[in-house]
């Protein structure tokens, strides 16, 4: 199957982005999210990150102009009717990602392919929200952050999905110029599962006055050859969804996966991140 319009839904860190390097591949993209505000904020991120990328010598102008030319956005989902290929990259809640799927089953047209941008929760089960002939079209593409400069992207099939649709979500992952790895379909898949266990035992060192977060992170890129430190990597991708996956963990797999209280502390006080202004790190600008 050749994929040639690719719709993403979900116009967050992880939304946009995707659908940044599908533009950028020459894929046709349409970004939707609930509102034009989020849009226009998707979209001013991503000129910025194109602009930062020329300055850099990683985009050219011609690059800037292909990415604007082929993606555009849209608060009607209706438009996603004429898609190959559909990307949900919204909340990661179950109950929300369902009624993204019931509502794309509605729209899209039968051969059409679905993916998840899930980083934690199983293929088969976010499968069941869509009726049974879509369910060979379905499977996860977890894709890491920030996507326009992370190469690799975890493919996950559930236990319906056809092989023809994990060969065609491959070739289209590496026309993205990214690195596909198949993975199992288990709670968390690979990445995570580890990345989570090395975030707890970092922040139980925290708790027990062993190091500050600053140290930690020092030692972790002096040490260990990390680009980024455990604290800094949580801002970046949030505190609050930090706990949710671990959440989401620790029920599938038990307590070594066990939210550490000071992140829960954090998180409710609204230390989040970068985003927020505050999390491990201040930040004076968001």
């Known amino acids: 199957m050749t994929v040639n319009t690719i719709g993403v839904m979900g116009a967050g ?26 849009l226009d904020k998707a979209a001013a991120k991503l000129d910025g990150i194109l602009d930062k990328g020329i300055a850099r010598g990683l985009y050219s102008e011609d690059d800037k102009a292909r990415a604007q030319d082929n993606l555009r ?27 993204v799927y019931r509502a794309l089953d509605e729209v899209l047209a039968p051969e059409c392919l679905v993916a998840s941008n899930t980083s934690s929760i199983s293929i088969t089960v976010l ?4 009726s049974e002939r879509r369910r060979p079209l379905f499977i996860g593409t977890h894709f890491f952050s920030p996507v326009s400069r992370m190469k690799l992207v975890e ?4 236990l319906d999905t056809a ?3 994990v060969a065609t979500v491959t070739a289209v992952c590496e026309e993205a110029g990214k690195t596909p790895v198949p993975i199992k379909d288990v709670v968390g898949f690979a990445v995570n599962r580890l ?15 062993v190091a500050t977060p600053e140290d930690i992170d020092t030692a972790c890129k002096l040490g260990m050859g990390l680009p980024v430190g455990p604290f800094r990597l949580m801002d970046a991708v949030t505190n609050n969804l930090t706990l949710d996956v671990q959440e989401i963990l ?30 491990w790190y201040s930040y004076d600008e968001r």
């Open 13 to 38: 860190m992880m939304g946009s982005e995707i659908a940044l390097v599908l533009a950028l591949a020459g894929k046709s993209v349409l970004l939707s999210d609930r509102d034009r505000e989020l």
């Open 73 to 99: 956005s849209t608060l009607d989902l209706q438009d996603f009717a004429p898609c190959d290929m559909v990307i949900e990259a919204v909340f990661e809640d179950e109950a929300v990602k369902a009624g």
């Open 127 to 130: 499968a069941s929200y869509l």
């Open 155 to 158: 493919v996950i099939p559930g």
């Open 163 to 165: 092989d023809e649709t």
């Open 195 to 209: 990345i989570h266990i090395f975030w707890i035992e970092a922040m139980r060192l925290v708790e027990e006055g």
């Open 250 to 279: 620790h029920e599938a797999y038990g307590p070594r996966f066990m939210p550490r209280p000071l992140l829960k502390q954090m998180v409710k006080a609204g230390y989040n991140g970068r985003s927020a202004g505050k999390g």
